[in-house]
């Protein structure tokens, strides 16, 4: 009992402590112009963080069905938010999960994580953006949970004209800013972490626009009865017709969205975002009490995509539209984001998207240090502004200062001052590290010739992370193996020590440096340059950064019960030339052999020709085909690995080899082989599923896609009934066709003519047709079709002109430009084609049908 006495009296001095000190810290207010400002500098505020939702929801529940607990989970996650550099976090708050039936918060598990989290984000300097209600369900992308809380009696998009809704939220938001954290000593209303409070999340106002403006004034005079001084916020990028109503309210704060390449495709997208991210034009800029209003963006993503490179472009695009808060939706909890479950259109996270995750630290030093409505050059020559650099062509984006190097990919730039270097971050190698390994790493110095290192585990992508999502699907692995790491840095020379800081045997052991590689697992170490005394007796329990030296946090390494082989398999491929494949072989401990047969292998033949396949890391392998193996019209091949005397053959993925007696292949992969002088095809029509992507401007209008195939003897088309009353919508037809271009370099060098089997009928305009290209930049021609089968166009590709790209799909929110207009005039490259499009040009009738069939270079 005693114990507990001293325990309790200890908890609550720390808290004490805790809060005496957050006396002195800094908070935000809005001046008159609608600029966030800190209360003892008075200069300019930034902020920029992720959404993160471990309290509520399927992130709390997926937890809970795998046994983790909460708190450590929250421990895990806000280190590594601390380690990307963000200063800022929001959440949507499930109000069904915390309050009852008629707007009492209730003091539950939810509420505790979430003062919890709070309290962990302010010990390492994060500020909070408060989001009181969020007026739908629990579930996503489970069902819904019937909690007995008041939003499930209500409608959305009534709660904000109902009386006894209103009075729910009143009461619901009043006890909300009044709850006092215990592991702060502060109410959230008084909490100097906290930035401000937005009143809901995405309101849906579908009546008239006084009673927005009621609604509005309702809760905010509820918020300052309550005691509220902080800035409150509210959504004003939902309703346009509303927006009258945002604005002359007495609130000091607007949100935004921006997800530019919509949300849940259901698998991932690729392709140059560049144009799509160039601008953020708000169309109501110029309604009355929109300059005094500050800017915040409370949710973005480039959704479904693990590009590297979109982050860092999308912050300057936000910096130069003049928003102080960006957060992005929503960083994955580490302890589930193997499986990716929780938002299948995000995924985010340090251990588990390394690159992507590098790009949020640069995307991070973009909003603190460009300034707030810069200017910048219109895309491509934006891609290069102040110290950043971004790069679709190389999945890059670079951070380069006298003191900082980051970098979210393989790159060759040069640091600027590599002898005033302070600060290193990236993924896979530069000119200052190299490193094989596909975890991200971190360098920082701690004093002169002192450096720390933290290494993370590899990730492997082994599946789609955005298709149908699974807590028994594991869409990436991690592995704890070594690799050789070569560091090159003026300040540590060569010969430098290297000491392990961890929890094994091999603590405060130095290890062996080769000039200036060593071989390393993840974890952290300390590097000393030669002969060096320190200032400092570094350990792992040093003082650093609002933590210590030691800290590190990395998932344990999946476990394999099998290797996997990755591979994809090129199309198509021209003859008469070497052919080079790529795999990747997923396994912590290295193959005794592995080997490539063809479909003309057997058991039964004296000579069986293979390929070994030659390792080019731990885990890439690449295997050359001689021209003479490429013969006939199909290649087709397996891949067996040899180790620890077992035998594994893919893409069977079952053990046992082709030759062996018993061994049945059921699965090769399989390449079309052409001769380099025929026709470069691009669309084919026997396909399950349509070989386009089908989209509407706008979003209104639809398409209707089915095979036809009236007569067996001619190839099918797919026919596409055009829907929705919209006399002058636009309709397009996408297809992604990059690796296409690239496996048939002879066929695409000699081309000169696209060719189409189009057919219509019931519309009597044009249609654009051509191709978008790597740049991003769309090249086509305006053409006429007919009602005839099988008709055939053929367009020169000579005559292809410039013209806007459509962005594809919608952005959101929707008031955004939907076409990108360059200005810098490039030339077509046709070895540059990526997607072939088609679109109408002119008034459509409803119940038109467009068919097409095969398409061809020629």
């Avoid at 990436?476 to 929890?503: C, E, F, K, R, W």
């Avoid at 066929?747 to 057919?759: E, K, V």
């Amino acid at each position: 009992m005693r114990i507990s006495i001293l325990f309790i009296g200890a908890f609550f001095a720390f808290l004490t402590s805790f809060s005496q000190v957050k006396k002195d810290v800094p908070t935000i207010f809005v001046d008159k112009q609608g600029v966030m400002r800190w209360s003892d500098s008075k200069k300019e505020a930034s902020f920029y963080g992720t959404n993160y939702t471990v309290p509520f929801a399927h992130a709390y529940r997926a937890l809970s069905y795998k046994g983790i607990n909460h708190k450590e989970a929250i421990d895990r996650d806000v280190y590594h938010l601390a380690r990307l550099g963000y200063n800022a976090y929001r959440i949507h708050i499930w109000d069904v999960e915390i309050s009852d039936a008629t707007g009492n918060l209730i003091n539950n598990e939810h509420l505790d994580l979430l003062d919890y989290l709070f309290f962990k984000l302010q010990e390492k300097g994060i500020r909070i953006l408060i989001t009181g209600m969020t007026n739908f369900g629990n579930g996503y992308p489970e069902k819904n949970e019937n909690t007995g809380a008041f939003t499930y009696l209500y409608d959305k998009c009534l709660v904000h004209a109902d009386p006894r809704a209103i009075a729910a939220q009143k009461k619901y938001i009043t006890q909300l800013l009044r709850h006092k954290n215990p592991y702060t000593g502060y109410s959230y209303q008084d909490d100097p972490y906290v930035v401000g409070i937005e009143i809901n999340n995405e309101p849906c106002h579908t009546g008239e626009v006084h009673t927005t403006a009621a609604y509005i004034k309702e809760m905010v005079s509820a918020m300052k009865d309550a005691g509220n001084k902080k800035p409150i916020f509210y959504n004003v990028s939902h309703n346009m017709e509303h927006v009258p109503a945002y604005f002359d309210s007495d609130i000091q704060g607007t949100t935004y969205q921006w997800y530019p390449v919509g949300l849940v495709a259901g698998k991932e997208r690729r392709g140059n975002f560049l144009p799509y991210i160039d601008h953020y034009n708000i169309p109501f800029s110029a309604v009355k009490g929109f300059d005094n209003k500050v800017k915040a963006v409370y949710e973005y993503d480039p959704a479904d995509n693990l590009y590297g490179y979109m982050h860092p472009a999308m912050t300057r695009t936000f910096r130069g539209a003049g928003f102080q808060w960006i957060t992005q939706f929503a960083y994955d909890p580490i302890d589930i984001a193997a499986y990716n479950t929780e938002y299948q259109t995000h995924y985010l996270n340090l251990a588990y998207t390394p690159a992507k995750a590098i790009s949020t630290l640069i995307a991070a030093e973009i909003a603190y240090t460009v300034p707030r409505n810069q200017k910048f050059l219109n895309y491509p020559q934006d891609t290069l502004f102040g110290d950043f650099m971004v790069s679709y062509k190389q999945d890059l984006s670079e951070m380069n200062t006298a003191e900082k190097f980051y970098y979210s990919n393989e790159t060759l730039t040069v640091p600027k001052q590599v002898d005033r270097l302070q600060h290193i971050a990236g993924y896979r190698s530069s000119p200052i590290v190299r490193y094989s390994g596909s975890g991200a790493y971190f360098l920082d110095q701690l004093e002169d010739g002192v450096w720390r290192l933290e290494l993370m585990p590899d990730a492997v992508q082994i599946a789609d992370p955005f298709g149908k999502p699974s807590l028994s699907r594991v869409v990436t692995q991690i592995l704890h193996t070594a690799h050789v790491m070569d560091i090159q840095l003026p300040n540590l020379g060569i010969g430098y020590s290297i000491q392990y800081l961890g929890n094994s045997s091999d603590d405060h052991k130095n290890q062996e440096v080769v000039q200036t590689s060593f071989s390393c697992k993840p974890g952290v170490y300390l590097l000393k340059r030669k002969d060096l005394k320190s200032k400092s007796n570094w350990t792992a329990d040093s003082k650093w950064k609002l933590g210590k030296i030691g800290d590190f946090y990395a998932p344990a390494a999946t476990v394999i019960d099998k290797p996997v082989m990755l591979h994809e398999q090129d199309p198509i491929v021209e003859k008469e030339k070497a052919l080079r494949l790529t795999f990747r072989f997923i396994h912590p401990e290295q193959a005794d052999s592995i080997i490539l047969q063809t479909d003309q292998v057997s058991f039964w033949k004296e000579h069986n020709p293979y390929i070994k396949l030659l390792p080019k890391d731990h885990y890439t392998y690449e295997a050359t085909l001689p021209a003479s193996m490429l013969d006939g019209d199909v290649l087709r091949y397996t891949v067996t690995v040899f180790m620890g005397g077992n035998s594994f053959t893919y893409p069977d993925n079952k053990n046992g080899a082709p030759l062996d007696w018993d061994y049945k292949v059921d699965n090769y992969w399989t390449t079309d082989l052409v001769a380099p002088k025929r026709p470069v095809r691009l669309i084919s029509v026997h396909e399950s599923e349509s070989p386009f992507e089908s989209y509407a401007i706008p979003e209104k209008a639809s398409v209707k896609a089915k095979m036809e195939l009236n007569d067996t003897t001619e190839a099918a088309q797919w026919q596409y009934t055009l829907e929705g009353k919209i006399p002058d919508a636009r309709y397009f037809w996408v297809k992604d066709i990059k690796e296409i271009i690239v496996a048939r370099p002879q066929g695409i060098d000699q081309a000169r003519t696209l060719c189409l089997q189009l057919q219509v009928k019931g519309y009597s305009g044009k249609f654009d047709i051509g191709f978008v290209d790597d740049q991003g930049y769309t090249y086509a021609k305006q053409v006429s079709a007919n009602s005839e089968a099988r008709s055939v166009l053929r367009i020169a590709l000579a005559d292809l002109q410039l013209v806007s790209t459509a962005l594809l799909p919608a952005p959101y929110p929707d008031f955004l430009n939907r076409y990108f207009n360059p200005t810098t005039t490039l030339p077509f490259m046709k070895d540059q084609i990526e997607k072939l499009i088609i679109s109408t040009s002119g008034e459509v009738a409803e119940g038109t049908t467009v068919s097409i069939g095969a398409s061809w270079l020629e």
